[in-house]
C-alpha cells in the first residue's frame, strides 16, 4: 500500500458513505459481482495499481471516467480543476469526505462565523449545499433550515465568548 492508493482508497470510502442512498460494502461487492473482502482492500488502499476492478467501482459511485487515475494521482474527480480549485488544494488539503460532498452537491450559500472579538479566535467556515438539480422549493427549504441554524452558530461563537469572560 502506497500513498497514492490510500489516497485513492479513502475517497472511494468518503464517496460510497455519501452516497445518498448509503450504499454498503457488501451491496457495492453484489453490484460489482466481487467479494466484499475486495471492496474492503479497495478502500484500505491495499492494491497495487488502478485495475479494472478499481474503475468499475469508481464509475458506479458516479465517477466519470479516468477520475481513479486523477484522484490517485492527487487530484480531483473532476476532469479540470479550476484554477482557485487547485490553489486550494495545494494551499490546504482537505479530507477526502468533505471534498467529495463539495464535489458533488451544488453550494448555495457560505458563511464565515467568528469564534471572538479578535482575529486570532478563530473561524468557522459553513458552507450550504444541496442537491444538484434541486426544486426552487426543496431549495427554499433548506434555505430556511439554515437561516435557524445559522442564527444557532453564531449564538454559539457569541455564548462561547460570555462564558469566557466570566
Same mark, same amino acid.
Not at 68 to 91: L, M, Q, Y
Given at each position: ?23 454498503t ?25 488502478v485495475?479494472?476492478?478499481?474503475? +468499475?467501482?469508481? =464509475? ?7 477520475? #481513479?487515475? @486523477?484522484?490517485?494521482? /492527487?487530484?480531483s474527480? *473532476?476532469?479540470?480543476?479550476t ?8 494551499a ?44 426552487? +422549493?426543496?431549495? =427554499? ?7 435557524? #441554524?445559522? @442564527?444557532?452558530?453564531? /449564538?454559539?461563537?457569541? *455564548? ?7
Amino acid at each position: 500500500m502506497d500513498e497514492m492508493t490510500k489516497r485513492l482508497g479513502e475517497a472511494l470510502q468518503a464517496a460510497r458513505e455519501g452516497r445518498r442512498p448509503k450504499l454498503t460494502q457488501p451491496e457495492a461487492a453484489q453490484q460489482l459481482g466481487v467479494g466484499r473482502s475486495t471492496i474492503q482492500n479497495i478502500e484500505r488502499g491495499a492494491f497495487a495499481k488502478v485495475n479494472r476492478t478499481v474503475r +468499475e467501482y469508481a =464509475a458506479l459511485l458516479g465517477w466519470p471516467e479516468g477520475a #481513479a487515475e @486523477r484522484v490517485a494521482d /492527487g487530484g480531483s474527480v *473532476d476532469a479540470e480543476p479550476t484554477a482557485v480549485e487547485s490553489a486550494v488544494a495545494e494551499a490546504l488539503p482537505l479530507p477526502p469526505a468533505v471534498e467529495y460532498e463539495l464535489r458533488t452537491n451544488e453550494t448555495l450559500d457560505s458563511t464565515v462565523i467568528s469564534l471572538g472579538p479578535d482575529d486570532d479566535d478563530g473561524h468557522m467556515i459553513v458552507v450550504l449545499q444541496g442537491r444538484k438539480g434541486a426544486t426552487p +422549493e426543496e431549495v =427554499a427549504r433548506i434555505a430556511e433550515r439554515y437561516r435557524k #441554524a445559522r @442564527r444557532y452558530l453564531q /449564538g454559539l461563537a457569541t *455564548d462561547t465568548d460570555e462564558v469566557a469572560e466570566n
